[in-house]
C-alpha cells in the first residue's frame, strides 16, 4: 500500500503543521504508513514550537498531481545498446512494443530503436559490415564456441559463394573479414592463414585439426552453427549492435515526475504511443505507453485543518482523499467514495485528534501532548478566542499536563515568537497566515497577523495596503485584507486592498470603514471574519 500523505493547508500555521504531525502518528500506531508534510514555509511561531520540542520541519509537498511514476508503465522495459538486432527484434515481439529504449552499462538512456528503423537498416543500409560481440553471434545463430580470442568482432562480411580456386584469386582475407564458409576447407585453410577476423562454419562443419592450430596460431576466432549459408548470413548481419542503429536525436521523453495531464496533452501533438521513461539523471526507468494512462494509482493523502480546494494543495482534485480531520465549515471539497470526515464545532483541530487518541486507545505521548497544546493555544488565543469551547478548555489543561508545562508561560514565549515581524517583508506578513476563499462565486483572500507589538505592522499601514491593492490586481482577487490582531487587547485592526472599501464596510457594518479600523473582541477568521465577508458576498 503506498504512503499516506497528510498536511494542513497553505500559509501553514502552528494548528494545521501540528496537527499533520500529531494525526500521522495516531494513523501510524494504527497500522498505516503515513507521512507528515506542509505545503508552504513555517511562521516565526510554529518554528519556535517545533524547535522547542526538537522536531524537525516535515517536508514539503509541492503538488500531488498524477504523474507517470503513478501510471502502471513498463518499469526496467528496454534494451541495452551492445544487445543484438536479433535480441532487440525477439524482445519486441515478446513485449508488443515496435520502439523501445536503449540504455548503456550503467542504465543511462541513450537513444529509441524500432521495428521500422531495423526494417528499413536491413533493406537499405550496409549489409557487408558487422559491429557486434562473440556473444551476440553466439545467441544469433544459437552456434557452439570453437575458438575465442576476441570479445569484440568487427569487419567485412565474407560469404564463400566462389569455389576455391576463384575465392582465393578474386576475394582478399585480412584481420578484418568475417568469413561464412561450409565444408570448403582450402578456403578455411587460407581465411587461418591470412589472419581473418572470425570464421563462421555453417551446416555443423568441423574445422580439421591442422586448420584449428593455424587458427590458434594467428587468433582467429571460430564459431559453428547448424544452420545453412543463406540463414547464417541473415542471422549475422542481425548480430549487429544495437548502438549502430538507433535514433539518438529528435527522441520524445518522459520524467518518471512529468504530469500525466502535461504528457498526454503533448502526446497529442507528438502522436507516439510509447515514450521511455527516465529519471532526474538521465537514468531509463521504463516504457510509459498511452494505452497504460487509465491505470493510474492517484496519491492518498489526509486532509486536517482544511477541506476546501482553494486552500489545499495543487492537484488535490487528482488524488484520493482518505481521510479529513478539521473544525472549519464544510467547504468544497469532494471524494469519489465515503470517506472518515471529522468534522467538530471545536476551537481547534488538535482538540479533535485528542478526541480521536482516546477513542482508539492511543497513549499520547509527551511530546505528542505538546503539540496539541501548542495548537489550541495558537487557534484559541490562549482560550480567548470566540470558538473556544469547554472541550477545548478541558483538553489543554490534560494535554500540558501530560507534556508537563505550564501552557500560560509556554503560551506568551510561543506569541512572542511568532508576532516578530522583524526580517520580513510586506509580503511575507500578509501570507504568513493565509487563506483563499471562494464566495458568491469569486476570490477573496484573508490574512491574519497575531502580535503582541500590532504598532510594528500599524506603523507601516501605507505600505500594506499598497501591497495589498497590487495583489488584488495582479492576482485576481475580488477583495484581499489583512487582519492584524492584537493578543492583549483580544481584538484586529484591518487593513485591506483600496478598491474592497464598500465590501467590507458593507460586510462590517461601518460606514465607509477607514484603514487600520479597530474591531473589539474580533479575533476569530473562522467564527467572525469569514462569515460577515462570506454572508455579503453571497448575497451581492
Known amino acids: 500500500m503506498d504512503k499516506i500523505y497528510v498536511f494542513g493547508h497553505q500559509r501553514p500555521d502552528t494548528d494545521a503543521v501540528t496537527s499533520a504531525i500529531v494525526l500521522s502518528y495516531l494513523k ?9 508534510r506542509v505545503l508552504g514555509d513555517l511562521n516565526n511561531e510554529t518554528a519556535f514550537v517545533l524547535d522547542y520540542f526538537k522536531l524537525e520541519t516535515p517536508k514539503y509537498l509541492n503538488d500531488v498531481h498524477l504523474q507517470i511514476k503513478d501510471v502502471d508503465y513498463l518499469k526496467d522495459c528496454y534494451l541495452h545498446e551492445n544487445d543484438s538486432i536479433f535480441k532487440g527484434y525477439n524482445y519486441m515481439n515478446e513485449t508488443k512494443i515496435g520502439t523501445l529504449p536503449v540504455v548503456d552499462d550503467k542504465g543511462m538512456f541513450k537513444g529509441v530503436v524500432s521495428m521500422k528503423d531495423v526494417a528499413g537498416n536491413l533493406i537499405s543500409g550496409r549489409l557487408e559490415s558487422l559491429n ?6 553466439l545467441e544469433a545463430l544459437n552456434g557452439k564456441e570453437v575458438l575465442r580470442f576476441d570479445k569484440e568482432i568487427k569487419g567485412n562480411i565474407v560469404a564463400a559463394s566462389y569455389r576455391s580456386t576463384t575465392f582465393k584469386e578474386k576475394v582478399n582475407i585480412d584481420k578484418e573479414t568475417v568469413l561464412i564458409v561450409g565444408d ?20 555443423g562443419t568441423e574445422m580439421k585439426k591442422e586448420h584449428l592450430e593455424i587458427a590458434k596460431k594467428n587468433h582467429v576466432d571460430v564459431i559453428s552453427t547448424e544452420y545453412d549459408g543463406l540463414t547464417t548470413a541473415n542471422l ?18 518522459v520524467c518518471e515526475d512529468d504530469s500525466l495531464t502535461q504528457t498526454l496533452e503533448i502526446a497529442k501533438k507528438l502522436k507516439y504511443s510509447n515514450y521511455p521513461v527516465l529519471d532526474h539523471n538521465g537514468k531509463c526507468l521504463g516504457v510509459f505507453k498511452l494505452s497504460a494512462a487509465e491505470n493510474v494509482h492517484p496519491k492518498r493523502v489526509m486532509l486536517v485543518d482544511h477541506n476546501e480546494l482553494e486552500q489545499s494543495v495543487s492537484g488535490l482534485e487528482e488524488a484520493e482523499i482518505v481521510e479529513i480531520v478539521d473544525h472549519h465549515k464544510i467547504g468544497n471539497v469532494g471524494t469519489r467514495m465515503p470517506i472518515n470526515f471529522r468534522n467538530m464545532p471545536l476551537g481547534c483541530t488538535e482538540t479533535v485528534l485528542y478526541l480521536m487518541y482516546k477513542e482508539n486507545n ?5 511530546t505528542i501532548a505538546g503539540l496539541m497544546m501548542a495548537g489550541i493555544i495558537s487557534d484559541t488565543l490562549l482560550l480567548t478566542s470566540p470558538t473556544t469551547t469547554d472541550t477545548d478548555k478541558k483538553v489543554l489543561e490534560e494535554v500540558a499536563n501530560i507534556a508537563g508545562i505550564d501552557y500560560k508561560e509556554f503560551a506568551m514565549d510561543m506569541f512572542k515568537a511568532g508576532s516578530s515581524i522583524e526580517g520580513k517583508s510586506i509580503t511575507d506578513v500578509i501570507h ?3 487563506k483563499n476563499f ?10 491574519q497577523v497575531s502580535s503582541m507589538n500590532p504598532a510594528e505592522v500599524m506603523e507601516k499601514k501605507d505600505e500594506f495596503i499598497e501591497t495589498l491593492t497590487t495583489l488584488a490586481k495582479d492576482e485576481d482577487y475580488a477583495a484581499i485584507c489583512l487582519f492584524v490582531t492584537d493578543i492583549m487587547k483580544n481584538g484586529s485592526y484591518l487593513l485591506y486592498n483600496e478598491q474592497s472599501k464598500e465590501l467590507f464596510s458593507s460586510s462590517f457594518g461601518v460606514k465607509d470603514i477607514p484603514q487600520g479600523y479597530f474591531f473589539e473582541g474580533l479575533v476569530s477568521r473562522k467564527k467572525q471574519m469569514v462569515p460577515k465577508i462570506m454572508n455579503y458576498m453571497e448575497r451581492n
Open 28 to 36: 501510524n500506531k494504527l497500522g498505516m504508513d503515513t507521512e507528515p
Open 132 to 137: 557486434t560481440s562473440y556473444d551476440n553471434l
Open 184 to 203: 570448403r576447407h582450402s578456403i578455411i585453410e587460407y581465411a587461418v592463414e591470412n589472419s581473418a577476423s572470425i570464421i563462421i562454419l555453417t551446416n
Open 236 to 253: 549475422v548481419v542481425l548480430s549487429n549492435y544495437l548502438k549502430d542503429r538507433m535514433k539518438t536525436d529528435d527522441v520524445a521523453t
Open 362 to 366: 492511543i497513549e499520547i505521548p509527551k
Open 432 to 434: 504568513g497566515d493565509f
Open 438 to 447: 471562494a464566495m458568491g462565486g469569486q476570490r477573496v483572500g484573508i490574512g
